[in-house]
C-alpha cells in the first residue's frame, strides 16, 4: 500500500468517530435514542442505511454471480427479495411503525400478553441475539477477513481485531445514530470504488462486446440469461423461492430485524414506507452495479473453476489490479460494507438484551445512565464473540453460509411471518416453537447431521449400540446431488406442522390483548371474532385499507421483478428483453407508487 492509500484509510476511520462524536449526547439520553434514534429518522436515511446493513463488503454478490452468473443471484436470494421487498413497504413497515416498539421483541407482550408471554420474551432476547444476530456477525466478520486479509497482506485475526475495534468505538459512541449515518457514508463509499474499479477492469478485459463474447466462450450462453429458471433452478426451485419471499417478509432477516429496527426509527408511518421503498430499488439493483462489472470481467478472464477460494476473488483482482489511490478506496470500500452491516446488527442484537431482559426483568426501575452503560457492554460483548468466530470459520465453506443464512437458517419460522400477523387464533407457544426450533432444524437439515453430532459422540453410540449415526441426514446445502427444493421442503413442513400443532393444542389469547393489537397495528387476514366487538365503520376502514394493499402488493412484485430483469439484461447485452422489461417497470412502477403512498 501507498502513503496515498493509508492516507485514505486513516481519513475514513476518523470520519466514522466524527460522526459518532457528533451524535454522543443525544444517543446517550435514552434507551430509545441509543436503540432507535428518538424515532427521527428521515426515509432516504432509513432506505440507504437498510441496504449497507444487507450488503456487507458486496463480495458475496461478486463471487455468486462469477460462479453461476445471473441466476446464481436469483437463487442466492433474488426470486424472495423481488417479493418480500414489496410487501414489507406495503404491509410490515407501517404495522411495526405503528406499534410503537423499541425491539421487535416487544412485539410478543403487545400481541399474546400473559405471564407466559412475558417470560418467552425474555427468551426470545437471548435466542434472537445469540442464534440470529450473533450467527450473521460472525459470518459477515468472516467475509470481512477472507476479503480484506489478502489486500492487506495480514492475517484474519489482524483484520478482524483494527476495524472491529473502529466499528466498536462509534456504536459505543452514539448507537443507533452513529449506525444509521456512518451507513450513509458507507454504502456510498462502497458504491464509489467498485464502480470505478469495474469499470476499470472492464476497459482492461475490452469491454462489454469482448466481455460478453469471452465469457459465451468460457461458461456457456447461459450464464447471462436474465430470468430467474434454468440449470439448477427448476420449476420447482423457483416455486420453493417464490413461496419462501411470500413468508420471507416477516422473518428475522426480512421485514424483522434490524429492518423491522429502522421502521421503529422513522419519523412516521410515511417515512417507514417510503424508506422501504427506496431501500428496494437500491438493494435489488443499485447495489448489485459495480459487483456485476467487476464479475463480469473476472468471469471474461477466468474460467468458474480457476478461482481456489472464490470468496477471496475481489481481494485477488484487487491486489493485482487497483492503482495506488483506487486500491485504497476500494480498501476503504471494502471495509465500509462490512462494518455497516456489523454495526447494524450489533446494535440490533444488542437491543435485545436491553430491552428484552436487562431493563424488562432484570432491572427495570434503573436510571437511564446505567441501560445506556449496560448497552454499550452487551454491544462490546457481542462483537467481541462474533469477531472470534468469524476468525475460525473457514472461508471454503461461505458460499454453503451464503444460503444458510439466507435460506435455510429462516425457513423452519417462515409459518409464523404470517400466522402471527395474520391469524387470530396464533399463540404465544406457536411462536415459541417456530422461533426456537429455527436454528437446530435449519443447521441439521443444511449442513447435515454428522457436523452436528460430533464425531466423538457418534463414535461412542456406534460402539455402545453397533447402530451408526455417520449420515443420519445428509447434507441439503450440497446442490450437485439436492435440488434447492428438498432442504426448503424439509423445513418448511416441519415448521407447519410443528407450529400448528403446538398452537392447537394450547389454549387462544385473550380476546382483550387481541382486540388491542388489532386496533391498533390494523393487520390484514383472519380476525373475525376479534372484529366482532368493533365498531362497523371501523371493521369497514380495514377492510377497505385492505383492498388497496392487496393492488399494491401485486404492483410492487411486478415493478421489482421487471426492474432486476431490465438491470441483469441490460448487464447481459440482452436489448430485447431489456426494452420489453423497461415498459413493464415504468408501468407497474407507477401503479406501486400511486397506490402505496396514495394511503401511507
Given at each position: ?9 486513516v481519513a475514513y476511520c476518523g470520519l466514522l468517530i466524527a460522526v459518532g462524536l457528533y451524535f454522543h449526547r443525544r444517543a446517550a439520553c435514552s434507551v430509545e435514542g441509543y436503540f432507535i434514534a428518538d424515532r427521527n429518522l428521515p426515509w432516504w436515511v432509513i432506505g440507504l442505511s437498510d441496504t449497507a446493513a444487507y450488503t456487507g463488503g458486496g463480495q458475496a454478490f ?138 476499470l477492469l472492464l476497459r482492461q478485459a475490452g469491454g462489454f462486446e469482448t466481455v460478453w463474447s469471452k465469457i459465451a466462450a468460457l461458461s456457456g450462453e447461459h450464464f447471462l440469461d436474465p430470468l430467474p429458471w434454468g440449470g439448477k433452478l427448476t420449476a420447482i426451485s423457483v416455486l420453493a423461492l417464490c413461496v419462501q419471499g411470500l413468508f420471507f417478509a416477516g422473518s428475522p432477516y426480512a421485514g424483522e430485524g434490524w429492518t423491522a429496527q429502522r421502521y421503529m ?336
Open positions: 500500500m501507498s502513503r496515498l492509500d493509508w492516507g485514505i484509510l461478486l463471487m455468486v454471480f462469477f460462479l453461476g452468473g445471473f441466476r446464481g443471484l436469483w437463487l442466492m436470494a433474488w426470486v424472495s427479495w423481488v417479493i418480500w421487498m414489496p410487501l414489507v413497504a406495503v404491509l410490515w413497515a407501517k404495522m411495526w411503525r405503528r406499534l410503537g416498539v423499541v425491539t421487535s421483541g416487544e412485539f410478543i407482550e403487545r400481541r399474546y400478553g400473559g405471564r407466559a408471554a412475558r417470560v418467552y420474551r425474555n427468551v426470545f432476547a437471548v435466542y434472537a441475539c445469540l442464534a440470529w444476530g450473533l450467527v450473521v456477525l460472525a459470518y459477515v466478520a468472516a467475509w470481512m477477513a477472507a476479503t480484506l486479509a489478502p489486500v492487506l497482506g495480514w492475517s484474519n485475526g489482524q483484520v478482524l481485531a483494527v476495524f472491529g475495534a473502529v466499528t466498536l468505538v462509534y456504536i459505543l459512541l452514539s448507537g443507533f445514530f452513529a449506525v444509521a449515518y456512518n451507513d450513509v457514508i458507507q454504502f456510498v463509499l462502497l458504491m464509489a470504488g467498485n464502480s470505478i474499479f469495474g469499470l426509527a422513522a419519523r412516521s408511518e410515511r417515512h417507514a414506507v417510503l424508506g422501504q421503498m427506496f431501500n428496494g430499488f437500491l438493494a435489488l439493483v443499485v447495489r448489485l452495479i459495480p459487483f456485476v462489472l467487476i464479475g463480469l470481467a473476472a468471469a471474461a478472464l477466468h474460467a468458474p473453476e480457476s478461482a481456489a477460494v472464490p470468496a477471496q476473488l475481489w481481494g485477488e483482482l484487487v491486489r493485482q489490479d487497483a492503482p495506488a489511490g483506487l486500491f485504497g478506496l476500494l480498501l476503504v470500500g471494502g471495509l465500509a460494507g462490512y462494518m455497516a452491516s456489523i454495526s447494524s446488527m450489533v446494535n440490533w442484537a444488542a437491543s435485545y438484551l436491553m430491552n428484552d431482559l436487562y431493563r424488562l426483568s432484570l432491572r427495570p426501575n434503573a436510571s437511564t445512565k446505567e441501560y445506556i452503560l449496560v448497552s454499550r457492554l452487551c454491544s462490546a460483548a457481542l462483537l467481541m464473540a462474533a469477531l472470534a468466530w468469524g476468525a475460525v470459520i473457514d472461508p471454503a465453506d461461505l458460499d454453503r453460509w451464503v444460503l444458510f443464512i439466507n435460506s435455510a437458517l429462516v425457513v423452519f419460522p417462515l409459518p409464523l411471518a404470517w400466522l402471527k400477523w395474520f391469524w387470530w387464533r396464533t399463540n404465544v407457544f406457536g411462536e415459541m416453537v417456530g422461533t426456537l426450533g429455527a436454528f437446530p432444524a435449519g443447521y441439521v437439515v443444511w449442513f447435515g447431521s454428522d457436523r452436528a453430532l460430533p464425531a466423538g459422540l457418534r463414535a461412542w453410540w456406534r460402539n455402545l449400540t453397533g447402530w451408526s449415526l455417520d449420515g443420519l441426514v445428509p447434507a441439503f446445502s450440497n446442490l450437485d446431488r439436492y435440488p434447492f427444493w428438498a432442504g426448503f421442503g424439509i423445513l418448511f413442513g416441519l415448521g407447519w406442522a410443528s407450529i400448528l400443532l403446538a398452537t392447537l393444542l394450547t389454549r387462544p389469547e385473550s380476546m382483550e390483548v387481541l382486540r388491542g393489537f388489532y386496533r391498533v397495528v390494523r393487520p390484514i387476514g383472519w380476525w373475525g371474532p376479534v372484529r366482532a366487538g368493533l365498531p362497523a365503520a371501523e371493521v369497514a376502514n380495514v377492510r377497505a385499507e385492505t383492498a388497496r394493499d392487496m393492488r399494491a402488493c401485486v404492483c410492487g412484485i411486478l415493478f421489482y421483478f421487471a426492474m432486476t430483469v431490465s438491470f441483469f439484461s441490460l448487464a447481459g447485452g440482452r436489448y430485447l428483453a431489456a426494452e420489453a422489461a423497461v415498459l413493464l417497470t415504468l408501468i407497474s412502477g407507477r401503479s406501486f407508487l400511486r397506490s402505496t403512498l396514495g394511503k401511507a
